[in-house]
């Protein structure tokens, strides 16, 4: 089992890329920098493959709507070469709060985006004269659309790979489907080992009966929690507001994928009711909604002989890469996590 995590840099980017790299020699395999509305994570990315020698750097993730696909590809090409060959590009869709909210771009047909986008990435990396003609992107523009001056170009330079692994963040049936069909890896969120068979696995085996063999096993990230510890049960307080969030956030009535899936996992009265109290502004009584079932399922919190068994669970099911988020106050409480997990993976 792999062990990932997400970077936290609200204390300073440049103690976390001091950190990151400890974490590196403490057994990290690969960092997620993420990309909602704060810094960029391109400059946070290349920033540190200057610092790291071994770690995998992934965005995490790179939305569908806020690059072209051309460009994408070429930052994923550029990160590549400057980390060695140790990139992987998570995309996802985000969602309409942050891409209408705040870049001003509809939200629209993430599916059929997402496979065009991978197609052309792929193109590029290959040094194929890009050529696409879809329903949302047209590369060259046609004619009736532009000068008429476009052609057919392809990267200048010789990527170091010309199959950078793409890992697509996917909730729905459909996407999930599509996600084991082209991508290198899926990343869901809030994932219940128990579970997941009976939510995704129809898609799963859609998408992989379709799966293009040269693309390998599907590789799977999750994002549990992590604590370790006798008197850790505290800690799961912690996670509750991050679920309420966007359970009961992260969209409205009707329209909210989160709150779907804790729907599907079979917490639709508590769903029902963290949605009610996030929406009316109580976000305190939301998070008290979060009922610990929930919350011990989808992360990994409680003494090491426990979290051996949920890390066995995650295996089992199918999972390759815990991406945690450690709950420790300090640097140094973060990499002691990340040992103490190294030596359960091991």
Not at 57 to 75: D, E, K, V
Not at 92 to 106: D, L, R, Y
Request: aromatic share 8%; charged share 20%; hydrophobic share 40%.
């Amino acid at each position: 089992m792999r062990i990932g995590m997400g970077l936290n840099y609200s204390g300073g980017f440049a103690q976390t890329a001091a950190e990151v790299a400890d974490l590196e020699r403490a057994g990290l395999d690969i960092i997620f920098v993420p990309e909602a509305y704060s810094f960029d994570a391109v400059s946070q990315l290349g920033y540190l493959a200057a610092k790291t020698t071994r770690l995998e750097l992934a965005s995490g993730i790179f939305q569908l709507y806020t690059r072209t696909p051309s460009l994408t590809a070429m930052t994923a090409a550029g990160l590549d070469f400057v980390s060695d060959g140790r990139f992987v590009m998570g995309i996802g869709a985000s969602g309409p709060q942050v891409i209408e909210g705040f870049h001003g771009v509809p939200y629209d047909a993430p599916l059929g985006r997402t496979r065009e986008i991978v197609d052309i990435c792929r193109q590029v990396w290959r040094r194929e004269k890009v050529q696409h003609q879809g329903r949302y992107y047209q590369i060259p523009l046609p004619a009736d659309r532009g000068t008429g001056l476009g052609k057919p170009l392809k990267l200048i330079n010789q990527p170091v790979r010309e199959r950078i692994p793409i890992v697509i963040a996917s909730l729905g049936p459909k996407n999930v489907a599509m996600t084991a069909e082209i991508a290198e890896g899926w990343e869901p969120i809030f994932y219940y080992p128990e579970k997941a068979a009976e939510v995704w696995g129809d898609a799963l085996a859609t998408g992989k009966a379709k799966r293009d063999p040269s693309l390998g096993e599907l590789q799977i990230y999750t994002t549990p929690a992590l604590a370790i510890g006798d008197d850790v049960d505290h800690m799961l307080e912690w996670v509750k507001p991050h679920l309420a969030l966007y359970i009961g956030g992260m969209g409205a009535k009707g329209k909210n994928f989160y709150n779907d899936l804790a729907v599907r996992y079979g917490f639709a009265k508590e769903a029902e009711a963290i949605q009610d109290l996030y929406l009316a502004g109580k976000k305190q009584e939301a998070a008290a909604a979060v009922p610990d079932e929930l919350v011990r399922a989808v992360s990994l919190i409680g003494p090491e002989g426990y979290v051996r068994e949920r890390v066995a669970a995650f295996a089992e099911s199918g999972v390759t890469t815990l991406s945690v988020s450690p709950l420790a106050a300090d640097g140094a409480g973060r990499i002691r996590l990340i040992e103490q997990l190294r030596a359960i993976c091991d």
